[in-house]
């Protein structure tokens, strides 16, 4: 927690460091003395100090927002009593904007504008600004293409011919998971497996692609969409005449599926804030390909012979 002394107390501290990781932080505003009520009024509702925040970026003008507030106005309403110091007392919440680029780490000023307000002591005062650091975290792609070739979110890449339905993205840190349907493709020479179909959870949220109930080179795709929470801002685009379907989820996380005959190539985005909370086929998104073959716990597969199989059958 932040703490913003609006009068005659120091900030502390002066510098907080959070991530793009979709979490909320409090920043607590405390008045050091008494609110007082003007002359011959008896609405409390006047009984306040008005304080407006804004947010100034330092440095790389043409980046996006930063950092964002719960709200941009905030009342500090008199008290009966001032309690260790406190007269009165506010909150307002703040989080890192997951901005899906490498932009880097950047800091921002959470500022207050000069005070309007009937009383000397407070009105044109500006109280000191705090400075918030955003620690960029990276997203990261997973893909399975083709027979299908798997490049995990890390860039290893590796090869699965097997078929059945196997576990291609779990979130650890919140309800997401995306399984992948795997079928015979039908070569006559070597064993191979193509993607024929997935199903993606995020909360209420549940979308499936399904070609794997047709016959190869026959089967037409099937979209079906669940949702049960109201507020879901889910997405679905098509293009190339329904041959590429992306579904975005209201995390950041996306997928898209390029269709053919035999079945379809899949790009899944993870956002930052799955960072180093994944599981499944495309790997641990931790910057780490080494790790990337792991058991259902996360532990790594060390297994030096044959560890690729050992891992495909551990997500199947």
């Keep these: 927690m932040t703490a913003l002394h609006i009068f005659l107390y120091q900030l502390q501290p002066e510098l ?32 306040k100090i008005s304080v407006k925040l804004t947010t100034v970026d330092q440095g790389k003008e043409h980046l996006g927002l930063n950092l964002a507030l719960s709200s941009c106005h905030v009342d500090l309403h008199r008290t009966s009593s001032c309690v260790n110091g406190t007269c009165s007392l506010a909150f307002v919440y703040y989080t890192a904007v997951t901005d899906f680029s ?24 500006i109280p000191d600004s705090i400075q918030i650091r955003v620690n960029d975290v990276p997203t990261a792609y997973c893909y399975s293409f083709t027979d299908p070739h798997i490049i995990t979110f890390d860039g290893r890449m590796y090869d699965n011919f097997k078929t059945g339905t196997f576990v291609l993205y779990k979130s650890m840190s919140r309800d997401f998971e995306v399984h992948v349907r795997q079928w015979d493709c039908g070569s006559l020479h070597y064993p191979v497996s193509c993607n024929c179909g997935f199903v993606a959870k995020e909360e209420g949220d549940v979308v499936s692609l399904d ?81 990337d073959f792991h058991d259902k716990n996360g532990i790594k597969i060390d297994q030096t012979f044959n560890n690729c199989f050992a891992f495909i059958n551990e997500w199947r």
């Design 211 to 291: 070609m794997c109930s047709g016959q190869l080179h026959e089967s037409q795709p099937y979209l079906f969409v669940k949702s049960h929470d109201v507020t879901s801002n889910i997405k679905i685009s098509e293009s190339y005449l329904g041959r590429k379907v992306t579904v975005w989820f209201s995390s950041g996380a996306f997928i898209r599926a390029d269709l053919s005959e035999w079945g379809m190539s899949l790009t899944i985005r993870a956002p930052s804030l799955d960072y180093r909370n994944t599981l499944g086929l495309c790997g641990t998104f931790d910057e780490n390909p080494e790790n």
């Design 102 to 125: 490498r932009d880097g780490n950047r800091v921002t000023s959470i500022v207050v504008e000069p005070i309007v307000s009937d009383d000397f002591l407070w009105n044109s005062y």
């Design 16 to 47: 907080s460091t959070i991530s793009e990781d979709g979490k909320e932080y409090q920043l607590r505003m405390e008045s050091t003395v008494p609110i007082v009520c003007p002359e011959f009024s008896d609405l409390d509702q006047e009984c």
